[in-house]
């Protein structure tokens, strides 16, 4: 049996670490693959979560190797726990010789190119996004600030390092993949990235599952009435999420449909959504904000006629796939977005799966919304189909696989 360590400095008691890592890994490890895991857990979570997780990695043959992720003091606490992986992971290599290190996203990938170096082992950098880039976009570092352009420098010259050097490199979109090839020095790596978007569970998330009794007890809780529209919003809302113009649309939305709802399923403070709205002059008898696990979003999501997410665009988002993409898709519950962002903007085009919003103004808003009332646009099974051929959890491990496969040639 082949040993892989996964190196990930999320969390697996983070929501993503649930959706986005250990189904995957569950399934290599299902495809005869010993996986030994890594990961820095928040405490607070990891109090909460840890012996569920715990139960997943047991019943998947998983070994997991949970850590203590520090915040405190800024960029020491950080190369504190970059040492603390590299020595796990050593000692873990002595004990069982990996032959492949997977490493999701940059901090882990210096930790692959290490052991690349060191022990010879095969380095997947499973890239996640232009991190450094995604730091300045977001506002997390201020380049004016000359230790923080110190650091984006740093990181900017080991992502070129990264690229060049590592054996197979994972991209979630085929937009990030141009933009990778386009850089002096990497026009011959097309053959070793490949593209997995953030996959989907579509066994969770289906329509054909939803309990309909269950579905009218959760319309009533949330004061939902059978005549009203509702708009449908899944997932945090921080630094990439425009709030503004989703509320913008939903004042254009409200003036054709006057019964509308825009239900957002967040664990975001409702005070600051509704203030929000009511500086818009949105009476907040239309904003419904609730919060759930993850195993309760798709009933929630099936309480949506349409959805919605506006990213802010940018050169680091060429690389993002919204994981929420592909559980709307799943749920057959069309969708409006903006343009920019990773290949959304394609897959929605490609599936017709709603409608994709090149500039965010009213003329554009009024546009969408007259898409919206033009009944049988979207047919369930359409996107139902699309999110089989594109977000399946099942083709994503074969993905995996036959990376981990190639790796192993």
């Not at 002059?281 to 309480?303: A, F, M, N, W």
Request: glycine residues 6%; aromatic residues 10%; contains cysteine.
């Amino acid at each position: 049996m082949k040993n892989a360590l996964f190196l990930s400095y999320d969390g697996m008691t983070d929501p993503l670490g649930q959706s986005q890592v250990l189904p995957y890994l569950k399934g290599l490890s299902n495809a005869g693959y010993s996986i030994h895991l890594i990961s820095f857990e928040k405490e607070e979570r990891f109090e909460k979560h840890r012996a569920l997780i715990q139960e997943i990695c047991d019943a998947a043959n998983i070994q997991w190797y949970p850590q203590n992720y520090t915040k405190k003091p800024p960029l020491l606490s950080t190369m504190k726990d970059v040492r603390k992986m590299r020595s796990v992971a050593h000692a873990i290599h002595k004990k069982h010789t990996i032959s492949i290190v997977h490493c999701r996203s940059y901090i882990s990938a210096l930790i692959g190119r290490n052991m690349q170096k060191k022990f010879g082992t095969k380095f997947l950098f499973d890239m996640r996004g232009f991190w450094a880039d995604e730091r300045i976009e977001g506002n997390i570092w201020n380049i004016k600030n000359p230790l923080f352009k110190l650091i984006y420098s740093y990181f900017k010259r080991k992502e070129l390092e990264l690229f060049k050097h590592a054996d197979h490199i994972v991209s979630l979109t085929e937009n990030g993949k141009n933009e990778i090839l386009s850089w002096k020095g990497l026009e011959h790596k097309s053959s070793q990235i490949t593209v997995i978007p953030c996959c989907v569970d579509l066994e969770l998330f289906n329509p054909d599952v939803i309990d309909s009794t269950k579905q009218t007890e959760l319309r009533t809780s949330l004061r939902i009435s059978s005549t009203d529209f509702v708009l449908g919003y899944v997932g945090s809302i921080g630094t990439w999420y425009m709030l503004d113009e989703m509320l913008d649309f939903f004042k254009v939305l409200l003036e054709s449909k006057p019964s509308a709802k825009f239900l957002f399923v967040t664990g975001e403070k409702e005070v600051t959504i509704r203030s929000k709205a009511q500086e818009k002059g949105i009476s907040v008898d239309t904003i419904i904000v609730t919060s759930t696990l993850h195993k309760e979003v798709p009933i929630h999501i099936s309480l949506f006629d349409y959805s919605i997410f506006f990213i802010r665009p940018s050169f680091s988002k060429k690389a993002s796939s919204p994981t929420k993409q592909g559980e709307i898709m799943a749920m057959g519950v069309p969708l409006i977005c903006n343009a920019g962002v990773g290949d959304t903007d394609r897959i929605v085009e490609r599936y017709k799966s709603g409608g994709v919003l090149n500039q965010m103004n009213f003329e554009n808003y009024q546009n969408a919304i007259n898409t919206i009332s033009s009944d049988n646009n979207f047919p369930t099974e359409t996107l139902r189909q699309g999110a089989h051929e594109f977000f399946s959890l099942d083709g994503g491990i074969e993905k995996y696989l036959n990376v981990y496969q190639l790796l192993e040639m």
